[in-house]
C-alpha cells in the first residue's frame, strides 16, 4: 500500500460531489446523519443522542486518518455547504490490504445516483492510490437498497453469517460483500 496518501487529507471530486474531511463546523448535518431513524433503520447501532457525541466522533475520526486506520469523507454536492452524505473505508487492515466502507446519504437525496458516484471516485481512489487489493461491506440482508447498490457496484456476496451479531436484544444475521482489485480494474 502507498501510505503517502497520508500524508495530506486526500480530497476527491466527482461532477457532482466533493469529498472532503470531516470537520467541526459540520457537526449539525453530521448529527442528521447519524440520529434520522430513517437513515438507521439497518445500521444496527444507537443513534447518536447529542452533537457533543458527533464532536466526539469527528475527533475519532481525524485521529484514525492521522493513524492510518481509516479514511472517511464528508459529502457536499458542488457549491453548497451542506454535508448530504458519508462515505468511509472506516478500518483499514493494513495486513491483508483490505479496508472496510460504510455510507450513508440523507433521504431527501435518495435515488439520484449520488453514493454510486461517489463510491467510483473513491474506489478509483482506493485501488489506484492507496492500492488496497480487496474492499469488503458487512450489512443487514434486510437492507435492499444497499445490497443492490453493492451489486452494481460489482461486489460479490461471499458470506452470510446467521445471527453473529446481538443489537437491541436480537441476534441478526450479517452478509459480506467483498470486491477486488482485480473486479475493479
Ligand atoms: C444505501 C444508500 C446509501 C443508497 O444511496 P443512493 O445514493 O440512494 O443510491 P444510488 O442512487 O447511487 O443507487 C445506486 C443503485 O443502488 C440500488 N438502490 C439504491 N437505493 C435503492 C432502493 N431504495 N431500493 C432498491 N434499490 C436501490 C439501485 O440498484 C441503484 O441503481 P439504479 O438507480 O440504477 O437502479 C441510501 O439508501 C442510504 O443512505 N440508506 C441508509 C443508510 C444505509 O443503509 N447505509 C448502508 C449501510 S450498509
Not at 140 to 150: G, K
Request: glycine share 4%; aromatic share 14%; charged share 25%.
Amino acid at each position: 500500500m502507498d501510505y503517502s496518501v497520508f500524508d495530506s487529507f486526500p480530497i476527491l471530486e466527482t461532477s457532482r460531489l466533493l469529498l472532503q474531511a470531516y470537520e467541526v463546523q459540520d457537526v449539525n448535518d453530521i448529527y442528521l446523519l447519524n440520529s434520522d431513524s430513517v437513515i438507521m433503520t439497518y445500521l444496527d447501532k444507537a443513534p447518536a443522542k447529542n452533537k457533543v457525541e458527533i464532536l466526539t466522533k469527528i475527533k475519532a475520526i481525524q485521529k484514525d486518518f492521522e493513524e492510518h486506520r481509516g479514511i472517511n469523507w464528508t459529502i457536499k454536492m458542488k457549491g453548497s455547504s451542506e454535508v448530504i452524505a458519508y462515505f468511509g473505508m472506516w478500518r483499514i487492515d493494513h495486513t491483508n490490504h483490505r479496508a472496510e466502507i460504510g455510507y450513508a446519504l440523507k433521504p431527501d437525496y435518495w435515488r439520484k445516483g449520488i453514493i454510486h458516484e461517489a463510491a467510483c471516485e473513491v474506489f478509483d481512489f482506493a485501488f489506484n492510490k492507496l492500492q488496497v487489493h480487496s474492499i469488503m461491506a458487512n450489512i443487514n440482508p434486510a437492507n435492499i437498497a444497499s445490497e443492490r447498490l453493492l451489486k452494481k457496484l460489482g461486489f460479490q456476496k461471499e458470506a452470510h453469517f446467521r445471527e453473529d451479531y446481538f443489537y437491541d436484544g436480537k441476534y441478526l444475521d450479517s452478509v459480506i460483500y467483498c470486491l477486488l482489485t482485480s473486479d475493479w480494474s
